[in-house]
Each structure stands twice: as C-alpha cells, then as structure tokens.
C-alpha cells in the first residue's frame, strides 16, 4: 500500500470489491478522507499496519508510529506521530506486518535485500529475523525485487506458539509461507512455495476463508488462492491473463495492494489500490 505526497491518510473509500462483481469507484461521502499527518519532504510512505501500541509505517527505511487514541474526526486532530526505529543497514522496506502482539513485535520485508526484519515497537531494537534463499531476489533478472508482502496468521492446529509467516517474492514470481515459532523466534520447517506463476505484490488473507488474495500488477487482476489446497483463481480483472478463463470483465490497472473489509458494510468486501 503506497501513501502519496507524504500525507497520513485515513479513508473509507472502497476501490473496488474482490468478494463479489459488484465495484463501487466513488468514496463514501459521509466518510470523508481526512489527513491527518503532513510529513517533511522527501518522504516516501510505503506500508501500513495496526497493532495495540499504535498504528505504524514506513518511510526512507524508518518506522513511524501514529497514535490515534486521542484522535477526534471531527475536528481532524489529536494524532501524535513519533519516530520508532530508524533501520539502517536496510534496502528498501515495503511490507509490514504484527508478528506478535505480546512481545510487541512488527516485522518488514526489504525488497532489496531480501530479508524479513523485525523490529520492537516499545524499544526501537530491530534486527534480520529472516535471511532465506526463498525471500532473496532473482539473480539472472532485470526484475530485482526480493520478498515483498507479508502476513502472519496462526494455522488450524491451535497452536498459539505456531504461526505461518506469508509473503510474496515479486521477483521470483513466489507466494509461499514459512512455520515459526513465536516462542523461540525461530523457522520450524521447510518454507512451502504455494504458487511460482505470478509476479504479485502485497495481499490480504481471510482466515476464515482460509484463502488469500493477491494484488497481481502486471497482470492486471488480484487473484484469491486456496491457502489448503493451493488452488488459484482470478477475482477481478485479468482479461488478459493466463487465468482468463475464470476473469470477470472489469478493468483494473495494475494493482499493488489489498486489504479486507473489517467491520459493519465494509465485511465481504476487498479494497483494492
């Protein structure tokens, strides 16, 4: 998800819906968009996430935190923005998600380098968590882009201490996942590769659906994929695509992210940007 002009955005628009065949391209007008933070030029905001201690982003590999406890619609004030961690060493950040809430751990991808970092939203300490030849990018490409989304959910077996680690690798055209241990901070088995067909950026899982859904740029579409049985369809767009066959006929150019509706009309619907 990329934040243009250097403005924090908060906005209920719905882009377009990747649950059904119904699209709505105007924003809500009794939800406005609203910034609510203006940062200092030349910052490039990349990627999003919520956890408990406040929301957080990237920018010029350096996380911020936006705490909206106090924030008031409306009169569009309260945030408060602070500096986490700046990641030096790193390449370029682009996909962040909570790996654990507990241990007030976040985690992103650099896309340069290739690796997971994970960082402590309370004391700023980070380092590589993961370095794997899967997350890596391409070597006889010009597309030199490693891993790039990236998602933690917990697998059926209820294991609280168990979490599957989901990312895309843009340049070897991978969406896979990786067993880790929450407990020890440590991979758990094998990484399992479940499509290396599509060169997709960021995605969404539905946990319930056990299904994830794929911002597919270059091919025009956001696919859904079985996390079970690896199976792969194309939502919406991608008249053009080798999935065709399943496309519907809208148009949707070139897509980078996607996030799920979470609460009231916003449930069943996929915001794509």
Request: aromatic share 8%; hydrophobic share 40%.
């Amino acid at each position: 998800m990329y934040f243009s002009s250097r403005n924090l955005l908060v906005s209920t628009s719905l882009l377009s819906s990747a649950l059904s065949t119904t699209i709505r391209h105007a924003p809500r007008p009794d939800l406005p968009s609203r910034v609510i933070h203006q940062f200092s030029d030349p910052t490039w905001l990349e990627n999003i996430v919520i956890t408990s201690v406040a929301s957080t982003l990237t920018g010029a590999n350096t996380i911020y935190s936006v705490n909206l406890t106090s924030y008031v619609p409306s009169t569009n004030s309260g945030a408060s923005v602070s500096k986490v961690a700046i990641i030096s060493g790193a390449g370029s950040l682009n996909g962040l998600t909570t790996l654990s809430e507990s241990q007030n751990l976040i985690i992103a991808t650099d896309l340069i380098l290739g690796v997971i970092w994970s960082i402590n939203v309370l004391t700023s300490e980070y380092s590589v968590l993961l370095d794997l030849a899967e997350l890596r990018p391409p070597v006889s490409t010009s597309l030199a882009f490693g891993v790039s989304g990236l998602k933690a959910l917990t697998p059926t077996t209820g294991d609280t201490d168990q979490v599957y680690i989901y990312y895309t690798n843009t340049g070897l055209m991978t969406f896979g996942r990786i067993p880790f241990s929450l407990s020890t901070l440590n991979v758990t088995g094998p990484v399992e590769i479940l499509t290396n067909a599509y060169a997709a950026d960021d995605f969404a899982l539905d946990p319930e659906q056990r299904a994830a859904y794929l911002a597919y740029g270059t091919g025009a579409s956001v696919l859904k994929i079985d996390l079970e049985d690896d199976d792969m369809s194309v939502v919406i767009g991608g008249v053009n695509d080798t999935l065709a066959r399943s496309a519907n006929e809208t148009v949707l150019s070139g897509p980078t992210s996607v996030q799920l509706g979470r609460a009231d009309d916003g449930l069943g619907w996929a915001y794509a940007s």
